[in-house]
């Protein structure tokens, strides 16, 4: 089991095992700002990452070094940017054009109400409220609560365990 750094939030911590299961190609996170590059740097390279940083903290991580500057940049552009970057992210595409319609303004109230609604026998591995604490097994919105593509990727994350480092 990896433990956490104190500078990456817990709920990174489940985008950290999809990526280095290679469930998902790069996640992206805000980290605290005191943590100085070579520390980064160490520690991606140490899980066998990249990464790239941004003014405001934001940090993309992945094995495949063009994959980190090119999310980034995503992020950076303006307008509603949250499909193009769900895509790159690896989430499922349905979730991703549901949080296209959600539209970007109204992630947060979306996002809010989806996670209240119940998620009936397996389909609970795709319940996010845990997430801010690192407790769950996907970390985007499942664009239902009976989203096959997130049950599979949930389901992953239950069956494999992470190869020794
Ligand atoms: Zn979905």
């Not at 066998?48 to 980034?72: A, K, M, Q, T």
């Not at 604490?133 to 599979?152: F, Q």
């Amino acid at each position: 089991m990896t433990t956490r750094p104190k500078w990456l939030k817990p709920s990174a911590m489940v985008d950290l095992r999809q990526t280095l299961m290679k469930l998902r190609p790069a996640f992206r996170t805000e980290i605290e700002d005191d943590v100085t590059n070579a520390e980064l740097s160490r520690w991606a390279r140490s899980k066998g990452l990249y990464y790239c940083r941004d003014r405001h903290n934001f940090v993309v991580f992945s094995p495949r070094p063009e994959l980190v500057r090119w999310i980034l940049t995503i992020d950076q552009s303006a307008g509603e940017h949250c499909a193009w970057l769900g895509m790159w992210l690896g989430y499922p595409p349905c979730c991703v054009r549901a949080a296209r319609r959600a539209g970007e303004a109204q992630l947060d109230a979306w996002a809010a109400r989806i996670s209240k609604r119940r998620h009936i026998g397996t389909f609970r591995h795709i319940g996010v409220s845990g997430y801010p604490a690192g407790n769950a097994l996907i970390s985007h919105i499942p664009c239902s609560p009976h989203c096959s593509p997130s049950l599979r990727l949930a389901t992953a994350m239950t069956k494999r365990s992470l190869p020794p480092r």
